[in-house]
């Protein structure tokens, strides 16, 4: 007898059951065999400091539905986990625990104590965001989980930087960079949020030299930087300056000469047409700047107060200095106007102030070189192909048109938790390169002199995640893993760092192992709220995926993100949605807990059979309609399923799932074969047959939904296991996890007996449609007719067939016949092809409803008739549409012409009924 399952479902009673289960046996283990293709997946290592988000959910059920897939396929699957050490994150977590504890700031503390306070907090929270991946079913190799500064990667990010160094393409330069004033560090393009800010439009005169009382007007959004003015730029065709271009103009305050300069990325259109030039304060003026080989002044000290180069306003913070300088000039006269502006302002997303682009000596990667193989290997090569390939593919352009114009890589970051930068100095400044901490006592290799300090800096965060794919792996050591699981096969990431990581990772891996990182990059879908907005803590729109798996449960998150998300399109998420996952399980559990309690006398029965039949019944031999029909189905499905999966289409995938699962099988199947059952129609054998249609076809569902749904699939196969085993004669496969995904088969499609099956469905839909309608009352027999075109579609109901469909759609009796006579007083529902379904409503409806539905009908065929006209009176379609095309629209226009023939005909003879 198979264990009874629970009425209802309850999936918080077995996720963490199956969870353990899985990590006991050490299922998600991966270990090299030569016998397995490897497949390799390596997470994006999530922030140490951060916690489960949405988008996190969504990323790793899509890797997670792939790894299941490949697994279950018989691949050595690799799912990599780790954390990013994530810097000035990190640091400023711990800055503001210290502070808050103890009441002592980092420099008080010092570096050494510092770091130790960081570990210690690393080992005590670092793990949150890993913990709760396994709350959502992740079938990593958590025994392979990886830190970006554990010893091995700290290893590989040394060896890096001493290969670029010594290649000469890592210099220390004095460039423009992004910079956080209150946490005084240069930060990265991805730890930058900009919002719009409603401020002012600042319209200053500058005195053209030696003509006094005339000025050119120049519009700025920051008259704190004028101080950094080393010129005033207009447009080459604009005809209001064309006779200043060249002479010089006097800066205000200061009264420092700078030039009026000609330059075709000036915006005529902005504030007057000038624009004031500070290349040390402005990413577009630095490029200005060395276009026209201007200074570059830097007016601002670290910490946003402005320096000596403003004059008096030395030392003042830069939005104080702002209104302090605006009233001095609005006091000389040099103030024209002012108006409201709203602008897009960087802000850091940790400290969340504004950040100053600013010029700085820094750490840089010359990327020029770098970037051409990773170039390449996104284009076609001879034969056709990508080594690497984006998928949606839209996203390769955004990855091109980064590496096409790529600058050099900041890498130096002034913070104390990373990466240290492995250069050490002698006293006279001297640097060198090293893979190892230099011993006491050690010289220079050039100058001979002692080395007496390291560089302060750390590494920019991404200088060790790119190396990931590797690094992970045991570079920069030749290691079997390396050689067996490298290259990767597929990347899940967000579209955000497209160029901020991907790219490098690709560049890294070229550079350092001559070969692609991976095959696929997979650019997931943005999770939004309702109203389409990013989720953010500041507009509080977040739905926390935790909540609702405690909510809904983890499977039907699982499956209603990946039904969601059609391919390139955004999620629109509101926590209701989830009701829909959570309404499958529970379909699914039902139709289950069905299925298993008619199994009951199954294992004893099959036992009785001889071995050929047991063969028989397990290599599917059918003879019923229904059972043809479900296994052609799921042989359909598994094709479908297969195929959209190897392609990456979740969402295909999904919702081909949804509706086998819940239109075929639950729907249909299942409510076919009760009468086999219940009532021993067709007797035992046809009653083993429907058994063993039903575990076969359970067995499949469960398998392909597994990477989906974990957690509700695993509990109910386990249940279903004793009886897979019997019709197998053999052992199952300890775990649903590790099972084997079901294959296809040619000859299992049934394509006729399917087709029977769908006239029989489509007779009963439009009997029960008729019942809905009319709104009669479910208990009330009804007599049926259906009128076929032909002898063929005659044949295509027997006797059985007719016997379904009257208790299907509530039927006392249906006449099926060639030229079948309409009842006088009926309803009908054209079914096209001459197909006609009638059912006798005399003392039943009210015939005036029943003619608005006919004209209903009528009205949608019209409709139907002049569109699909339409399009074959465009020369344009039918001269560039595939001419298969254009027949099929020509055929589908007479049928839809004779369904509107035979429509009319039944509404002229209501309308005598009606009267």
């Not at 946490?183 to 439009?201: M, N, Y």
């Not at 059952?677 to 067709?682: A, P, R, S, T």
């Not at 939904?705 to 053999?730: G, N, S, V």
């Not at 529902?829 to 379904?837: A, D, P, R, Y």
């Amino acid at each position: 007898m198979p264990a009874e399952m629970p009425p209802r479902f309850a999936p918080g009673t077995i996720e963490s059951k199956w969870y353990s289960f899985w990590t006991e046996h050490e299922l998600f283990k991966a270990v090299r065999d030569i016998r397995k293709k490897p497949f390799t997946i390596m997470i994006p290592p999530p922030n140490v400091t951060g916690a489960l988000h949405m988008g996190h959910a969504l990323n790793n059920t899509l890797q997670d539905a792939v790894a299941r897939f490949k697994r279950m396929q018989g691949f050595c699957v690799l799912w990599l986990p780790g954390t990013d050490h994530a810097g000035i994150a990190t640091q400023a977590v711990v800055e503001k625990k210290l502070l808050a504890e103890q009441k002592v700031t980092r420099q008080e503390l010092g570096r050494d104590k510092f770091l130790e306070e960081v570990w210690k907090w690393k080992d005590e929270y670092g793990n949150r965001i890993l913990n709760q991946l396994r709350k959502i079913g992740a079938s990593c190799d958590w025994s392979r989980t990886r830190f970006t500064m554990d010893e091995g990667l700290t290893r590989a990010v040394r060896e890096s930087f001493v290969k670029l160094w010594e290649k000469g393409l890592i210099y220390r330069g004095y460039r423009m960079i992004n910079w956080d004033c209150k946490l005084q560090t240069a930060i990265s393009d991805d730890e930058i949020e900009t919002s719009e800010v409603k401020g002012s439009l600042w319209y200053i005169r500058y005195q053209i030299k030696e003509q006094p009382g005339k000025h050119v007007v120049v519009a700025t959004t920051r008259p704190e930087t004028l101080f950094g003015d080393t010129a005033v730029a207009v447009n080459p065709d604009d005809e209001r300056y064309s006779n200043l271009v060249g002479k010089s103009l006097l800066l205000p305050i200061l009264g420092r000469e700078i030039p009026v300069i000609a330059d075709e990325t000036v915006n005529a259109e902005f504030g007057t047409g000038a624009v004031k030039v500070t290349p040390g304060h402005d990413f577009a003026d630095y490029d200005r700047g060395q276009r026209h080989k201007l200074p570059m002044i830097n007016v601002l000290n670290k910490d946003g107060t402005l320096n000596e180069q403003a004059g008096k306003y030395q030392g003042i913070e830069r939005l104080k200095a702002r209104k302090q300088l605006v009233d001095e000039l609005d006091a000389l006269g040099l103030l024209e106007r002012v108006e409201d502006y709203t602008t897009n302002v960087p802000h850091s997303d940790r400290s969340k102030t504004p950040v100053e682009p600013l010029l700085s000596e820094q750490w840089f990667v010359k990327m020029k070189e770098l970037a051409q193989p990773a170039i390449n290997a996104v284009k076609p090569g001879p034969d056709g192909k990508r080594e690497i390939t984006f998928v949606p593919e839209r996203w390769e352009r955004v990855y091109l048109t980064w590496l096409e114009n790529v600058r050099d890589w900041c890498i130096s970051r002034q913070l104390w938790w990373g990466h240290r930068i492995p250069v050490w100095y002698d006293a006279e400044g001297n640097a060198v390169a090293l893979k190892e901490d230099p011993p006491a006592g050690a010289t220079h290799p050039k100058s001979g002199l002692p080395l007496v300090r390291q560089d302060d800096d750390v590494m920019d965060t991404w200088a060790s995640s790119w190396l990931w794919p590797f690094s992970t792996l045991g570079w920069p050591e030749k290691t079997a893993d390396l050689g067996y699981f490298y290259p990767t096969h597929f990347l899940s990431t967000a579209r955000d760092i497209i160029y901020l990581w991907v790219a490098r990772m690709v560049m890294a891996s070229y550079e350092f192992l001559d070969e692609k990182p991976f095959s696929t990059v997979y650019v997931h879908a943005t999770v939004l709220d309702a109203q389409g907005r990013r989720m953010s803590k500041s507009l509080n729109n977040g739905i926390d995926p935790l909540d609702m798996a405690e909510q809904w449960g983890v499977d039907a998150v699982r499956l209603t993100l990946p039904m969601l998300t059609s391919e390139g399109q955004d999620i629109k998420l509101a926590e209701s949605k989830f009701e829909m996952g959570r309404n499958f399980c529970n379909k699914l559990w039902n139709a289950s807990r069905f299925a298993i309690s008619n199994l009951g006398d199954f294992e004893e029965a099959i036992g009785k059979l001889s071995d050929s039949e047991r063969a028989a019944l397990n290599e599917g031999q059918v003879v019923e309609l229904e059972d043809c029909y479900i296994e052609g189905c799921l042989t359909n499905a598994i094709v479908d399923v297969t195929d959209a999966l190897e392609r990456y289409k979740f969402n295909e995938a999904a919702q081909a799932l949804y509706h086998f699962v819940w239109d075929d099988f639950c729907d249909w199947y299942l409510e076919v074969i009760k009468p086999r059952l219940y009532d021993g129609k067709g007797g035992e054998r046809s009653r083993l047959r429907a058994q063993s249609t039903l575990v076969r076809v359970l067995d499949g569902i469960l398998k392909m939904l597994h990477p989906y749904t974990p957690f509700i699939t695993e509990e109910i196969w386990q249940t279903l296991r004793p009886m897979l085993a019997a019709l197998r004669h053999d052992t199952p496969e300890l775990a649903l996890a590790i099972a084997a995904w079901p294959k296809a088969s040619k000859d299992r499609l049934f394509q006729p007996e399917r087709k029977r099956f769908g006239f029989m469905q489509d007779v009963t839909r439009a009997l029960r449609n008729i019942r809905a309608e009319h709104s009669l009352d479910p208990k009330t027999l009804i007599e049926g007719a259906l009128n076929v075109a032909d002898k063929p579609t005659l044949d295509l109901l027997g006797e059985a067939e007719r016997e379904t469909i009257c208790k299907l759609a509530g039927l006392s009796r249906i006449e099926v016949a060639v030229g079948a006579k309409k009842p006088k007083a009926s309803a009908t529902v054209v079914l096209g092809s001459g197909n006609e379904v009638y059912v006798n409503l005399e003392g039943l409806i009210d015939f005036k409803m029943e003619l608005l539905r006919l004209e209903a009908n009528r009205a949608k065929l019209v409709e139907g008739v002049n569109k699909i006209k339409r399009k074959l009176e465009n020369l344009s379609y039918i001269e560039r549409a595939p001419k298969d095309v254009v027949q099929r629209d020509r055929e589908r226009l007479s049928e839809v012409a004779a369904e509107l023939e035979r429509i009319e005909k039944h509404i002229e003879e209501t309308k005598v009924l009606a009267k």
